[in-house]
């Protein structure tokens, strides 16, 4: 049985999207094995079959599932005698809230931070897409956007302070140990980690100090290929 979880890349290594990297974390916490597809933005055709034109798309066992949150409820339903995502029924409203919070608050702060990294590590034939599509969502071109980011990271890193309250009184997001909670909020830095090397968190920030420990239990996130 090969399972197949469709991945956007720059390369064929180097991996970058946040939604991406939670199906794959995911998977992993399952401990499923899985074979990544290299995806780029338009490599349209390739992904077709599921109906939309998105990644993450898994394909498990004649089944796909689109959608990152999607993916993570499919994976708890489909395989409960593996370590739990969200270490029981009660905890997935709450998840959802934190699946909500990165994908309104956190991701939009990151991609301001690091578009202009971004189109630089991206394949030819993507460049020209992804140019035109996040300017257009800007409304200025990606260096302009990031020219002044320096001045704009301590309001960014203010947003963290509900990470930061947290941690401060439990070690991971998901309680005693982490869950997909934890596996969301590390996709995003995981998207800044790979594709850019502008570093977001302080040195003595407890949210970094909590992705380093996490990386440390995440062995494909913390191997995975940086940009140069």
């Not at 956007?8 to 290594?13: G, H």
């Not at 992904?47 to 939309?52: E, R, T």
């Not at 956007?145 to 990271?153: K, N, T």
């Amino acid at each position: 049985m090969v399972r197949t979880l469709y991945d956007l890349a720059a390369d064929p290594e180097l991996r970058f999207s946040p939604y991406c990297w939670r199906a794959r974390l995911a998977l992993a916490h399952k401990d499923l094995p899985v074979e990544t597809v290299p995806w780029r933005f338009t490599d349209t055709d390739a992904i077709a079959f599921s109906g939309q034109g998105l990644v993450p798309v898994l394909v498990d066992e004649g089944t796909t599932v689109t959608d990152s949150w999607s993916i993570a409820l499919y994976l708890e339903d489909r395989y409960p005698d593996r370590p739990s995502l969200f270490g029981g029924a009660g905890a997935v409203a709450p998840t959802r809230f934190v699946n909500a919070w990165a994908d309104t608050v956190l991701n939009p702060g990151i991609v301001r931070l690091i578009a202009a990294d971004i189109v630089r590590i991206l394949h030819d034939h993507d460049k020209a897409y992804f140019r035109q599509t996040r300017e257009a969502r800007f409304g200025q071109p990606l260096e302009e956007l990031c020219a002044d980011r320096d001045s704009r990271l301590p309001a960014f890193r203010q947003t963290l302070e509900p990470l930061r309250a947290l941690l401060g009184a439990q070690s991971w997001l998901g309680g005693a140990e982490p869950t997909y909670a934890d596996f969301i909020v590390l996709g995003s830095f995981q998207w800044a980690r790979c594709a850019s090397p502008f570093e977001l968190l302080a040195a003595d920030d407890p949210v970094r100090a909590w992705r380093e420990r996490l990386l440390d239990r995440c062995e494909i996130a913390r191997d995975a290929r940086r940009a140069a």
